[in-house]
């Protein structure tokens, strides 16, 4: 009788491709052949085995066969042969794990697209675009389905991708791929973006003579030394359109005064402050202060007046039938201030507070601001160009225009803002500046 191995199961040790499985028959002394087939791929495990005990390591290129499985399979082939001739075969599907470490592989690579990384030795701040680009390739068939890329806290899809680097310091990048088994692989780096502001500057004080004295200050970023700012002192006179240029300092940061010719009549200055990046333009403008005028027995704010660089609208003080010279401190709120008395303490305002949404709407609200004799700027309507200034101690009104008042008044929480009867975008106030304390 001939021998069949269809009458006996074949048990199979290991399930994995690329590491070893044995296949055991109770068929010892028997002549058997195995034989596999997997996709298109045949090949032969062992001919004219005896033992009955075949021992294989399934090759991991089979995986190539089924790019989308994680589970390849195999149709093992069992053949008997008696004195050379097939007797009997026999088939039988298994199916083997794919590795856990075979995944898709993934270089990342960056540049700076407008080239700045190069000059500086860093990405630029708010300057340079990084363009991150991830090559990724499938292993053992398997095609790249998606691909993540990430550049500190922006994210994108797509194998190259240009971001924007809103931020300084120590930038990480990320690169996600999935293959069509769904297998992630996944690379990253660090990338040091440079911190960059763009060029500050301002005129400190004008000293008029025949010739002026500028004094202006200005910075810009370092950017490893690598940018240096330009500051020039612009002069136009009232009526003309082009500026006359004065060269100043150069720099990274610096305080300098030059002189320049004083044109008789009116006239602007500015400073501009330039890198390798921006041009600024910063208008002189000097901080108010209040301006005393003995001869017409005024305080004032706002323009020229009789003492150098002084501003005043000449406001009226109404004294209230008192005297005006030689009055001591006052000691109530209606008490008149004496010009000594004002010139020694209200000299030079300090800024205590300044409106961080100056064209929106003002609601009535309590700022903590320090001080009994404040000097105030207002603007008549929110985002508008029209201003106004008023002086006040505890209590007082923010008058805009005829019938459009804000009242103002101190308590224990700081000043106190009420709104208008025409609404909040109306009497806005802008800037608080505190007189008591001279200079």
């Known amino acids: 009788m001939i021998f069949s191995v269809l009458r006996y199961p074949l048990t199979v040790q290991g399930n994995t491709l690329g590491s070893p499985v044995t296949l055991t028959i109770p068929a010892k002394g028997r002549s058997l052949t195995l034989r596999y087939r997997c996709g298109s791929r045949r090949g032969t495990i062992a001919v004219d085995n005896t033992e009955g005990i075949f021992r294989w390591t399934p090759p991991l290129s089979l995986a190539q066969e089924y790019p989308g499985d994680n589970r390849i399979p195999v149709t093992l082939i069992l053949e008997q042969y008696r004195k050379g001739i097939l007797a009997a075969s026999r088939q039988e599907q298994i199916l083997l794990r794919l590795p856990g470490e075979i995944s898709p592989q993934v270089l990342l690579r960056y540049s700076d697209a407008m080239g700045y990384r190069q000059t500086y030795g860093g990405f630029v701040q708010g300057k340079s675009r990084l363009t991150l680009t991830a090559q990724a390739q499938g292993t053992f068939g398997a095609e790249i389905r998606k691909t993540e890329l990430s550049c500190g806290g922006l994210t994108g899809w797509g194998n190259s991708l240009t971001f924007e680097l809103p931020q300084a310091g120590e930038i990480p990048l990320t690169a996600r791929v999935w293959d069509g088994r769904l297998r992630q692989a996944e690379a990253s780096a660090k990338v040091q973006v440079l911190p960059y502001a763009p060029p500050e500057g301002e005129i400190l004080t004008v000293s008029r003579g025949e ?184 209590t007082g009104l923010l008058r805009a225009a005829e019938g459009v008042q804000r009242p103002v008044s101190r308590t224990e929480g700081g000043l106190t803002f009420g709104t208008t009867a025409n609404g909040d975008l109306w009497a806005v106030p802008l800037r608080v500046y505190g007189l008591q304390g001279g200079t």
């Open 211 to 394: 010739a002026a004295i500028v004094r202006f200050r200005g910075r810009v970023s370092d950017l490893g030394g690598k940018n240096q700012g330009t500051f020039t002192v612009l002069l136009k006179k009232e009526g003309e359109e082009d500026w006359q240029r004065f060269p100043g300092g150069q720099g990274v940061s610096v305080e300098e005064e030059i002189t320049v010719p004083m044109p008789e009549g009116s006239w602007t200055l500015a400073l501009e402050a330039k890198d390798d990046f921006e041009v600024r333009v910063f208008p002189y403008a000097p901080a108010p202060f209040l301006d005393l005028l003995p001869r017409r027995r005024a305080l004032g704010i706002g323009c020229p007046a009789e003492k150098e660089q002084g501003v005043c609208l000449n406001l009226p003080l109404d004294m209230k039938q008192n005297r005006v010279e030689n009055l001591g401190p006052p000691q109530e709120q209606a008490d008149a201030v004496s010009l000594g008395y004002a010139e020694e303490h209200y000299f030079h305002p300090r800024l205590l507070w300044e409106n961080p949404a100056p064209g929106e709407a003002f609601p009535a609200q309590t700022l903590n601001i320090a001080g009994d004799f404040l000097l105030i700027e207002a603007a008549v309507e929110a985002g508008k160009a029209a201003r106004f200034w008023e002086l006040g101690k505890d």
